[in-house]
Nanobody, 126 residues
Framework: QVQLVESGGGSVQAGGSLRLSCAAS????????LAWFRQAPGKEREFVVC????????SYADSVKGRFTISRDNAKNTLYLQMDNLKREDAAVYYC???????????????????WGQGTQVTVSS
């Protein structure tokens, strides 16, 4: 069983930056793909970015491309999301997700992911 714990959310002004972290524990050796999703009030959970095994491939949503960067520290079993030039529409609860599934281009559907963190709130003010 994989456990994921996000941290790093908060409140920031538009144009600012935040770095989210996702600490993984448990059966992490079985994980082949990691991702970040987000969900704003009244909206469906939305794909942000994914990374397949060993960081060989990443895929970003068009809405965050060029502003967000996913990375991982294997020694710390931690996934990161660096968010720069934040916009009001980036405000949401951000979730870390993991799956045993593997795809060369990585996976964008929430239903592909087996494990989820509890989420961390990101608020962006103008």
């Amino acid at each position: 069983q994989v456990q994921l714990v996000e941290s790093g959310g908060g409140s920031v002004q538009a144009g600012g930056s935040l770095r989210l972290s996702c600490a993984a524990s448990g059966g992490i050796l079985s994980v082949n793909t990691l991702a970040w999703f987000r969900q704003a009030p009244g909206k469906e959970r939305e794909f942000v970015v994914c990374m397949n095994s060993k960081g060989a491939s990443t895929s970003y949503a068009d809405s965050v491309k060029g502003r967000f960067t996913i990375s991982r520290d294997n020694a710390k079993n931690t996934l990161y999301l660096q968010m720069d030039n934040l916009k009001r529409e980036d405000a949401a609860v951000y979730y870390c997700a993991a799956t045993r599934l593997y795809d060369p281009v990585c996976l964008r559907a929430p239903g592909d992911y087996d494990y989820w963190g509890q989420g961390t709130q990101v608020t962006v003010s103008s």
